[in-house]
């Protein structure tokens, strides 16, 4: 019985803390809305092109697998995919490919299709990209919003679509999320060995409640419940 209560102490000492961060986890993470952590509510959805297209001379479509007009500040332009999947921006009028839209247009297009309270401060070129946008390739035009949220878009650095809207609410959530799954790098994998591990203690610490609990309780009254019971 000492050694079940003395194991039971240390390991509750060890898991106590990490008890308490999955407890605030689940907390922050069942108040934030999701859609509000993704940012969709700041983000007014892409309208549909109705308007009449430029008419296509100098491209030759049986070089690309697709094709689709897209909506640039500067012009409609084809966003066209080759065998490899692959993109690449045209021109319509000359079939050139078309070089990057600058800072200022980055800057002008996220503006347009903010629905927050605020307005963009900066628009940055980013080849290295942040772990806040991890598994994205580079590079993005990164625009930041001066609201209470600290919001930035990430943009398409030819088309200028919307790629990934992050705020605090969202860098909270990955925090939470992270301390949540005890996944440091990638916050993807859920059966990462420290996880396990502290999954297999708690467990282990839970029944050694029980068995305290049936030493200390049940065992000595034993006699006393069973001659109740008849």
Known sequence: MKFWRKWHKWLGLALGVQVL????????????????????HLVEPRQEITAAQPVVTHVDFSQWRAWEWVRRPDLLALQATDFQGHHHFLDP???????????????GRAQTRYLGQGNAINAKLLSQLPDEVRGRQGPLYRVDFDDWINTSFYLHPYSAEIISVRSDLWRVFDFFWM?????????????????????????LFTLSGFIMLYHSLLKPNWRKLRYRVR
């Open 21 to 40: 961060l999955w407890i605030s986890g689940g907390v922050v993470m069942s108040v934030i809305p999701l859609d509000m952590v993704r940012g969709n």
């Open 93 to 107: 009028v000359t079939g050139h490919k078309l070089s990057m839209i600058n800072a200022g247009q980055a800057k």
């Open 179 to 203: 301390l949540h799954i005890l996944d440091f790098e990638n916050r993807t994998d859920f059966n990462n060995p420290l996880l396990i591990s502290l999954a297999i203690a708690a467990w």
